[in-house]
């Protein structure tokens, strides 16, 4: 039998002091509601009430059970309450994951925008260029640049990524402007170091005429984040291969010259991942479709 049910009938019997009033409320039947008080009793051990043809009235234990069960039955009607809030509101924390320079030109914008629109949403996001498990990290969503494995996770693909190639006006002059992909090999290339990579030759692609060409580059500076790279790029150490959303303000300053414009690279697929849950809160839902209109 329901124990929260009995609950509620005997609280409305104490209040009513009728069981025909209680099987009203109750919409059930008076020898219902007797059944209920009876398994109160015999699951507590314990009598509730004192019964006559008359009346019934609480014993001295049931007075002090009838006053736990109004704590009790208020707070379940609270937690239901919560909940209708939830699945109302969004509200709450998202805990997000995304590569450096992404998270930092692209996505940040975006969410500052977002949190405007949804102030009772905290934000907590993680910028980090190293691959993370959504769920072993205990993460909301993640953006990943590039191809996806087969992860089980709902991917959303949003706007690609374009990546140039710049350098630095005093590395351009000292090293000269290279005119065709093939001359890379003849520069001190900027290097993004991969996690958990196996590869062996370092490899820059190029769409030319229309075909897919990797020509492999050489340099004295590696990293795995792509802030290092751009800075490396400023202070004249070699050419990087970055996306244009963070160089933009360096070759607006002049810091940074765009070359090989013509034979740019593909560009790179985002996409933004988050898992196959069927009862995701409301403020993860709106995120999601918030993202998703603001930058594909």
């Known amino acids: 039998m329901d124990l929260v049910k009995c609950m509620e009938a005997f609280v409305i019997t104490v209040k009513t002091r009728s069981f025909a009033a209680t099987s009203i409320s109750l919409n ?48 379940i009607k609270n937690t239901k309450t919560l909940a209708q809030t939830y699945s109302k509101e969004p509200k709450g924390r998202l805990r997000i994951s995304a590569p450096v320079s992404y998270g930092h030109f692209n996505l940040v914008p975006v969410i500052s925008h977002f949190m405007k629109c949804y102030p009772k949403v905290n934000i907590d996001i993680q910028l980090n260029d190293r691959y993370v498990d959504l769920v072993k990290d205990d993460f909301d969503v993640v953006f990943r640049i590039g191809s996806l494995s087969d992860s089980g996770l709902i991917a959303r693909k949003l706007s690609d990524l374009q990546l140039i190639f710049a350098a630095s006006p005093s590395y351009l002059a000292r090293y000269g402007v290279p005119a065709v992909p093939d001359d890379l090999k003849k520069h001190q290339c900027l290097i993004y170091q991969y ?54 303000e360096s070759i607006k300053q002049n810091k940074l010259i765009p070359v090989l ?33 603001a930058m594909t």
């Open 195 to 248: 996690v958990n990579s196996n590869k062996k030759d370092n490899l820059w692609p190029f769409k030319i005429n229309g075909e897919l060409i990797n020509v492999p580059i050489t340099g004295s500076f590696q990293s795995n984040n792509t802030a290092a790279l751009a800075a490396a790029a400023i202070e004249g150490l070699g050419i990087t291969m970055l996306p244009e959303s963070t160089l933009r």
């Open 261 to 293: 414009q013509n034979f740019l690279p593909p560009a790179r697929e985002v996409h933004l991942l988050y898992t196959a849950d069927k009862q995701r809160l409301p403020k993860l839902n709106i995120f999601i479709d918030f993202i998703i209109n």
């Open 28 to 75: 059930t039947s008076p020898q219902m509601v007797a059944k209920y008080i009876l398994f109160l009793e015999n699951y507590l051990g314990l009598k509730l009430l004192n019964r006559t043809t008359r009346s019934q009235n609480l014993t001295e234990f049931g007075k002090q059970y009838y006053e736990r069960c109004l704590f009790i039955l208020s707070e």
